[in-house]
């Protein structure tokens, strides 16, 4: 049987020598219950009842990261979002540069050229991120 993402999560940690804490478990549990983006307040939010420090919540989230559980999506000047990458298909984000709206679309041939690319490489893909910056409809009438 495959390793789950909490056993996953464990080894990364112990690796690094840090502490497997039960507070780090819950916060990769709350994590992959997201589906969608979300920030550090949502899953602090989330775990209010645990009395889980923001700062704890920031902290896990960039360990969440370095061990690929997770991706930063919003680039903007507003506060960093975060998606799930285990629950997400591989999509692309446009991202809005003065208001940080993040808008999804499908890969598509981008995909496939990637793939494409990889086989000539002999590289063993395993996921794609791709991210555009700019200024949404609204940002670019106002600009
Ligand atoms: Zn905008
Ligand atoms: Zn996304």
């Known amino acids: ?3 789950g993402p909490l ?16 507070t780090r478990r819950k916060i990769l549990r709350a994590v992959l219950s997201h589906r969608g983006h979300f920030d550090a307040t949502d899953i602090w939010e989330s ?13 896990t989230l960039d360990l969440l ?5 997770v991706r930063k999506v919003r680039l903007g000047k507003a506060h960093a979002h975060y998606e799930n990458v285990l629950a997400r298909e591989d999509h692309g984000h446009l991202v809005c540069r003065s208001c940080g709206r993040v808008i999804e679309f499908e890969l598509g041939r981008i995909r496939a050229s990637l793939e494409r690319a990889a086989t000539k490489e002999e590289f063993a893909l395993e996921k794609v991120h791709i991210q555009g ?11």
């Open 133 to 143: 910056i700019g200024l949404c409809p609204e940002c670019a009438q106002k600009s």
């Open 7 to 22: 056993e996953q999560f464990e080894k990364f940690l112990r690796h690094r020598g840090r502490n497997v804490t039960e």
């Open 1 to 3: 049987m495959s390793q």
């Open 65 to 69: 990261e370095e061990a690929g559980f």
């Open 47 to 59: 775990l209010r009842r645990e009395r889980v420090s923001i700062a704890t919540v920031y902290r």
